[in-house]
């Protein structure tokens, strides 16, 4: 057998064996393998009570899962169309879109490493040797072009740990735009809500106004009939002029919650002016909400998906830095073709190859393995406490939104029956002030009471359509409907 029969049997065997060593150690990789973690949570919310009933109207848990797109229980078609334009064009959530596709590169780079590296190559030098017998007059040429090839067999696991990371923290980043839009749709809908609030207060204000000018101008001309002081007069301009006073403020915050919502759709905060400027009612809340049972907010809300996302990827990089304990073996090789001249560059007897296995293993690194390992590891603790911690900020942002939604509900109905008094106590105190039975005190108290009454009850309208909102964002409804993410 020729010597170059014989080198290319002996770098064959090689060849074969470390192929057989990566085939015998492919279904295995070093480093703990991931367990999703267990929480326990109740079967029911605690602040629905034994009955499954909140102190409100009906908040009932129910095994049906929440609506998906759960805006649309307001039955608002204003609300609706914002919620799904925002999802189209907010700026914050196309961000959260591009870090998805940053974490798939990221992952086709970890992955690229299982592969083999070739690469090809090609040069020309020319040199001459003076002190060469004969005087060293020529000048040689050398022309050169070839592959080279190195692949890094993964013995133990450490590439293929480091893939399974990648596909975590794809995982993460996408349930991190899930949480964007979660967040980004509760916010919409808040500011709506504050919006049409702002314009329910401004068209109570703007009727007490009305009603208080009248009784203005009769006690004008009550005094000009000698039946009143000025005293009185005076004390009404002052009531009308407090009125008035409030108005300003409730158009600038309602022209701010304009301004928010233009934002929020990734446009100038003048483009929904024109749109959203006229006076339209609060959306109204559905006589019954369903809230499903703990346990599904662990598999529905983003954030908690997103934090065992992490979990899993800081618990696959510990495999990473395990396998720099182990040696690493890997085959490197190359075949080209070089002569002295050009013109015979492509002869066979030009070619050139060569082929070997080589390992490495760390002997002495001061440590520096063994610390990176412990990194790792408390990495892994940290992802773990925060996912533990995730899940009871989870239960206690639904146990908030059930008692806030439940008691504001509660407390509209309260201030339903105030307003309708203090109304009946407006008409009494002008019949008998004008009939002369009463001073006009009475008539002043009774009209401050019916426009705070009735201001309140329109905050309180708000504040439960607000909580509605909260309850629906706790829950992690309405990633699933709209936009999915961009691939």
């Not at 029911?44 to 929440?66: F, N, V, Y």
């Not at 003048?270 to 959203?276: D, G, T, Y």
């Not at 401050?448 to 009454?453: I, P």
Request: with cysteine; hydrophobic share 40%.
């Amino acid at each position: 057998m020729s010597d170059v029969g014989r080198k290319t049997s002996r770098g064959s065997r090689w060849m074969t064996a470390l192929l057989g060593v990566g085939l015998l150690a492919g279904g295995c990789a070093v480093g703990p393998d991931y367990q999703a973690p267990k929480s326990t949570v109740g079967e029911g919310w605690g602040e629905l009570g034994p009955s499954g009933t909140a102190d409100g109207p009906a908040t009932r848990p129910s095994a049906q899962p929440l609506p998906v797109r759960w805006w649309r229980m307001f039955n608002d078609p204003t609300l609706n169309d914002l919620i799904e334009r925002s999802a189209r064009s907010n700026l914050d959530l196309q961000r959260a879109t591009a870090r998805i596709r940053e974490a798939r590169a990221a992952h086709d780079v970890a992955e690229a490493d299982i592969f083999p590296n070739v690469d090809v190559n090609g040069s020309y030098n020319r040199s001459r040797n003076r002190f060469a017998p004969g005087g060293g007059n020529d000048a040689h040429d050398q022309y050169k072009a070839g592959f080279d090839a190195s692949w890094e067999i993964d013995v133990f696991g450490g590439v293929r740990r480091g893939v399974e990371a990648a596909n975590a923290d794809i995982a993460a980043a996408v349930e991190d735009r899930r949480d964007v839009l979660v967040s980004l749709m509760a916010e919409v809908a808040r500011n709506y809500i504050e919006l049409r609030s702002y314009q329910r207060r401004i068209d109570i204000a703007r009727e007490n106004l009305s009603a208080q000018q009248k009784t203005l101008d009769l006690t004008k001309n009550m005094l000009a009939a000698g039946v009143v002081t000025d005293l009185d007069v005076a004390r009404a301009e002052a009531q009308v002029a407090t009125t008035a006073s409030q108005i300003p403020l409730l158009q600038s915050a309602a022209r701010q919650s304009i301004h928010t919502l233009g934002v929020l759709l990734g446009a100038d905060p003048m483009a929904l002016v024109p749109e959203l400027s006229q006076s339209l009612p609060i959306p109204k809340t559905p006589p019954e909400v369903p809230v499903g049972i703990p346990s599904q907010i662990l598999l529905r809300r983003p954030d908690l998906r997103r934090a065992e996302a992490q979990l899993h990827a800081a618990t696959a990089r510990i495999g990473v830095a395990t396998a720099d304990l182990f040696p690493r073996f890997s085959l490197t090789g190359s075949l080209g073709l070089q002569s002295s001249k050009f013109s015979s560059l492509g002869d066979w007897d030009s070619r050139y190859w060569s082929i070997g296995p080589s390992v490495a293993w760390p002997i002495f690194d001061a440590g520096r393995i063994a610390a990176n390992i412990n990194v790792q590891n408390a990495k892994q603790e940290q992802a773990l406490l925060l996912y533990q911690q995730t899940v009871l900020d989870a239960l206690r942002d639904v146990e908030d939104a059930l008692v806030a939604y439940a008691k504001e509900e509660t407390r509209r109905r309260i201030l339903a029956k105030a307003a309708d008094a203090n109304r009946r106590a407006v008409d009494l105190a002008n019949q008998l002030y004008e009939a002369g039975r009463t001073d006009f005190l009475s008539v002043l108290q009774a009209q401050r009471d019916l426009f705070a009454s009735q201001d309140a009850l329109v905050q309180s309208d708000s504040a439960v359509a607000t909580n509605l909102v909260a309850l629906y964002k706790s829950l992690g409804g309405g990633w699933e409907a709209p936009v999915e993410e961009t691939h």
